[in-house]
């Protein structure tokens, strides 16, 4: 097992259009081989196995070596800041990260900002000359300045339903995310020729109608 390469699976949101992307690529998914709380999933005939992890858990999966490579949202990527290679763009789990506030949010000094994301959120801010206090949160985000939390929060925006439902308002997007393909910089050498063909099989499917 130990040559078997180890692909790290984010469980959640980026899950169901990941495995349409891999089945487009002649891939198989973790729903072919396993139970679906099994957590390791053997694919024998590629000697292959999906690790299946919660989506933050992934860079350090891949940094460490304990997956080999891994699909993650660049939002999760830039905010762990991990050693890891990103070889490819998947295109999927698109959506954006921004600042929301309410709609009568007035500018006020040092404002705190509720982000699961302290790390991008400081250094975004920092670059922009601004003065905010970062409030780490773990989720339901908007909460935040709804209840007094905070005076504005960055967070990520899909289709707009959960800001639109809380009276939020987007006041400006900061990056464009996407899921990408990450490597662990001691498996892309040994096992260069099967990630590289995996790639391969990704990018010819990538963008393609229907995979979005
Ligand atoms: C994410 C994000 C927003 C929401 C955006 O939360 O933090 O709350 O999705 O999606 P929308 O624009 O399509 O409404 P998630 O569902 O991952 O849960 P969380 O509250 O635990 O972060």
Do not use: H
Not at 4 to 30: C, D, H, S
Not at 39 to 57: G, Q, R, S
Not at 61 to 78: N, Q, R, S
Not at 177 to 201: F, G, H, M, P, W
């Amino acid at each position: 097992m130990k040559d078997w390469l180890k692909v790290a699976m984010p469980k959640g949101r980026i899950y169901k259009q990941a495995t349409k992307l891999f089945k487009e690529a002649g891939l198989p998914t973790p729903e072919d081989y396993g139970d679906s709380r099994k957590l390791i999933i053997p694919v024998p005939e590629l000697e292959m196995e999906f690790i299946m992890a919660k989506p933050v858990d992934v860079p350090t999966y891949v940094e460490y070596g304990a997956a080999d490579i891994g699909l993650v949202g660049k939002d999760v990527l830039m905010e762990e800041d991990r050693d890891v290679y990103e070889l490819l763009d998947l295109g999927i789990a698109k959506c954006r990260m921004s600042i929301i506030g309410t709609k009568d949010w007035e500018p006020v000094f040092n404002p705190k900002v509720a982000t699961k994301y302290p790390n991008v959120a400081s250094q975004y801010f920092r670059q922009q000359g601004q003065q905010v206090e970062v409030i780490k949160l773990n989720g339901s985000i908007e909460l935040a300045p709804l209840i007094g939390l905070a005076d504005r929060i960055v967070d990520m925006v899909e289709t707009g339903q959960t800001i639109r439902e809380n009276g939020l308002e987007e006041l400006e997007e900061m990056f464009s995310i996407t899921s990408r393909l990450i490597a662990n910089r001691v498996s892309y050498r040994l096992k260069n020729e099967r990630i590289q063909r995996l790639c391969d099989q990704l990018q010819s499917v990538i963008g393609q109608e229907g995979t979005k």
